[in-house]
């Protein structure tokens, strides 16, 4: 007979509290945030509540904060919105420490990056084709449509 | 030999909302959304931690692989929660459900300790299903 999780899991109030965590990261992450005050809110000590978060999201909540405006960034930046605003409404103060930072986690800077998903999104609207496979189009008759050519014809193996 | 899967398709009923269901809700990441004319959308998500995999969000509309009475057929099936389409996993399953059911995600089964693991079922908002299980520690 299986057991429920609450009474297998009597602490769960404490993933609670993580979650609210989390989650007012996840909506206040463009705000200046200051996690002492997330841990009291949470009534953890702070280390006890950094401990807590690390072991439900690998992340420190100081790692899972800046995952989370790069993140939106990326969002932001595939809008054509210019780096520097961006910056700024992610919650970043300073547009070096943004890109620094942006590099270093995503390899690219973030107008190069930003350069990149234009121009993907780009060739997605003007040949759509290429970034669905053929049986799908196929199946649904988008083959058909002239106005969305494909940049080179399918090649059958001869066998 | 078959190296690994790279798109799936799950039917849906309405596309727009099985995007703020997979985004916004479980936190997928949009890979592609490309429009092939009114009412002709292709649309895959990808797990945040699997981005090889392309979750096709098909919607089922007359046309688009069926034919009118299939397509009818489908709706009522997907809508009754006929089709568990598969099993997608977490680090911290309690975690998780707290924060998706705080989301609005319908579960259709607690976190619970079975034989075979700990999981928990869900449905999207077309009513598909799906069991949620935690990584092996």
């Known amino acids: 007979m299986p057991q429920s999780a609450s009474t297998v899991f009597p602490k769960i109030y404490l993933y609670r509290r993580v979650v609210q965590a989390k989650l007012f990261i996840d909506t206040h992450y463009h705000q200046p945030i200051n996690l002492d005050a997330i841990a009291d809110e949470a009534y953890f000590s702070k280390f006890h509540f950094i401990r807590l978060f690390k072991a439900t999201y690998g992340k420190t909540p100081h790692q899972y904060l800046t995952a989370v405006r790069i993140n939106n960034a990326q969002l932001l930046l595939k809008t054509g919105m210019p780096v520097t605003d961006v910056c700024y409404a992610i919650g970043f103060d300073s547009v070096s420490s943004f890109s620094a930072l942006f590099k270093r986690i995503t390899k690219k800077s973030p107008s190069s990056w930003q350069q990149a998903e234009l121009k993907r999104a780009a060739v997605m609207k003007k040949s759509p084709l290429n970034f669905i496979p053929n049986c799908f189009a196929q199946q649904n008759g988008w083959t058909q449509n002239r106005n969305f050519q494909q940049q080179e014809e399918p090649v059958v193996a001869d066998l | ?137």
């Not at chain 2, 990808?46 to 688009?64: F, K, R, T, V, Y």
């Not at chain 2, 259709?108 to 949620?132: I, Q």
Request: proline residues 4%; aromatic residues 14%.
């Open chain 2, 1 to 137: 030999m078959i190296t690994k899967m790279n798109h799936v398709s799950i039917f849906v009923l309405n596309q727009e909302s099985a995007y703020d269901f997979y985004v916004n809700r479980l936190g997928f990441k949009v890979h592609t959304d490309a429009s092939m004319g009114p009412g002709m959308r292709w649309l895959t998500v990808c797990p945040p931690e699997q981005p090889g995999l392309e979750i096709s969000l098909m919607a089922i509309n007359e046309g688009m692989m069926f034919k009118e009475d299939a397509a009818e057929q489908m709706r009522a099936l997907v809508s009754k929660s006929t089709f568990g389409f598969g099993v997608f996993e977490c680090n911290d399953l309690l975690a998780t459900y707290e924060e998706l059911k705080a989301k609005g995600v319908e579960f259709t089964k607690k976190p619970t300790k079975e034989f075979y693991g700990f999981e928990a079922l869900f449905k999207d908002d077309s009513g598909n299903w799906f069991s949620l299980g935690e990584k092996a520690k």
